[in-house]
């Protein structure tokens, strides 16, 4: 019997031109955040196992997923809940997905930074997918279904998604599928798309940028442009590292960098990485005057993800014979698998502010002087460090990396 495909395909971009904490939520999309927050951290330590630069988001991985799994049953359908750490009911998943993309979308309101998630699929057209499959989507991930032909333009295909990428990322991410990536059995591709870009709250002076060490895992060092602050930010001394929370304009979203003390701690720390932990080195954070260097990068990182999707448990949807996505249409011509995972993301981290941002940043960084006032703490991110980009609103985490070399 010959095998369908379908495609996952999941995009990033961010910049920073560089989190009020997440307020009280709804229990359900509480609950899914949670679940969502273990997937994103043990997917990390998984695509951080290779020791390079890491940069992916996991919130656009649990969507496009979390579609997908609308259309499993039975065997397929246990591992990937269990693997992608869905803890409400299916009945609840999908409705409680779309009200998270509700409140990340501002609930119809402006928010002070650009996050664009956009969805879509991509069908075989009169291949007779389940309508209720198709309602789902639309309805609960705003993604609407396109008919083209795999069959017999596959290469126009392709070219059309790579487009509807393009544009979705504002240019960040081109040709994410390559010459070969989809054929005459894809059946259905399923893309999302996040695009994120924020002032800092607290801009950095781009005249004080200039170029110094920063240490490598193997002990060389590079010099890229690093930049200096003194702003009076959100820190924790948590003994073998130190973290601390970087807001962007009006704190609705935050940079949370996680900076060992040992040149070569990075892997120890990120074995801590578990949502309790989090938690707690988060309350553990307080109001002090931090002496801040950080490096100016770029990152663009690509991963196929089933390995590490198998390796978490979710095994049977990418098995030609076992899988079972019977949820999405009946496969008349051939069992439907996932053949594979391709995520894509970009980031860029400079100086950079909006007006309002470097003037609301002179208000909250003014403080009077106290006597016997502690030293700045001292956050010279000089070697490789851990960060996540969070929503402040819900808690989500909107990115991961780490950064072992930031001239790479």
């Known amino acids: 019997?010959?095998?369908?495909?379908?495609?996952?395909?999941?995009?990033?971009?961010?910049?920073?031109?560089?989190?009020?904490?997440?307020?009280?939520?709804?229990?359900?999309?509480?609950?899914?955040?949670?679940?969502?927050?273990?997937?994103?951290?043990?997917?990390?330590?998984?695509?951080?196992?290779?020791?390079?630069?890491?940069?992916?988001?996991?919130?656009?991985?649990?969507?496009?997923?979390?579609?997908?799994?609308?259309?499993?049953?039975?065997?397929?359908?246990?591992?990937?809940?269990?693997?992608?750490?869905?803890?409400?009911?299916?009945?609840?998943?999908?409705?409680?997905?779309?009200?998270?993309?509700?409140?990340?979308?501002?609930?119809?309101k402006p928010r002070p930074f650009q996050l664009t998630i956009a969805n879509r699929l991509w069908g075989q057209k009169n291949y007779g997918f389940y309508p209720e499959f198709l309602k789902t989507g639309n309805d609960r991930y705003r993604a609407g279904l396109e008919e083209v032909d795999f069959i017999r333009a596959n290469e126009v295909v392709r070219g059309r998604i790579n487009s509807w990428v393009e544009k979705q990322t504002k240019e960040k991410i081109k040709?994410?599928?390559?010459?070969?990536?989809?054929?005459?059995?894809?059946?259905?591709?399923?893309?999302?798309?996040?695009?994120?870009?924020?002032?800092?709250?607290?801009?950095?002076?781009?005249?004080?940028?200039r170029p110094e060490p920063f240490f490598l895992l193997d002990g060389?060092?590079?010099?890229?442009?690093?930049?200096?602050?003194?702003?009076?930010?959100?820190?924790?001394?948590?003994?073998?590292?130190?973290i601390l929370e970087m807001p962007y304009e009006r704190h609705e979203a935050s940079m949370l960098v996680i900076l060992p003390k040992k040149k070569d701690g990075l892997a120890e720390v990120e074995k801590k990485l578990a949502p309790a932990a989090l938690q707690n080195w988060t309350t553990a954070l307080a109001i002090h005057s931090v002496d801040l260097k950080l490096p100016k990068f770029t990152l663009t990182t690509e991963f196929q993800l089933n390995a590490q999707l198998k390796e978490m448990g979710m095994r049977d949807a990418f098995d030609r014979v076992n899988a079972n996505f019977k949820g999405m249409a009946s496969g008349k011509d051939g069992n439907l698998y996932i053949s594979n995972v391709v995520h894509k993301a970009f980031i860029g981290v400079d100086e950079k502010s909006t007006e309002a941002a470097a003037a609301t940043a002179v208000v909250v960084t003014k403080f009077k002087s106290r006597p016997r006032q502690p030293p700045p703490a001292t956050f010279h991110?000089?070697?490789?460090?851990?960060?996540?980009?969070?929503?402040?609103?819900?808690?989500?985490?909107?990115?991961?990396?780490?950064?072992?070399n930031p001239g790479s």
Do not use: C
């Open 175 to 209: 040709d994410l599928l390559k010459r070969g990536a989809i054929n005459t059995d894809t059946r259905l591709v399923l893309t999302n798309a996040i695009y994120f870009k924020a002032a800092w709250h607290i801009p950095f002076n781009a005249k004080l940028t």
């Open 381 to 404: 991110v000089d070697h490789p460090f851990l960060f996540l980009i969070r929503d402040q609103r819900t808690g989500t985490i909107l990115f991961s990396g780490r950064v072992v």
């Open 1 to 108: 019997m010959r095998a369908a495909i379908f495609t996952l395909l999941l995009l990033a971009a961010w910049t920073a031109v560089p989190l009020a904490h997440a307020q009280k939520l709804d229990p359900e999309i509480e609950s899914l955040v949670q679940g969502n927050t273990d997937f994103a951290l043990t997917l990390h330590k998984r695509l951080a196992a290779d020791g390079g630069n890491v940069f992916f988001s996991p919130y656009s991985i649990s969507n496009a997923l979390a579609m997908t799994y609308a259309g499993a049953k039975n065997r397929t359908a246990e591992e990937m809940k269990t693997t992608l750490r869905f803890n409400l009911g299916d009945d609840r998943l999908h409705p409680v997905f779309s009200k998270l993309i509700a409140q990340l979308d501002g609930n119809g």
């Open 220 to 242: 060389k060092k590079i010099e890229p442009p690093m930049m200096r602050s003194r702003p009076k930010l959100s820190f924790a001394d948590l003994g073998d590292f130190s």
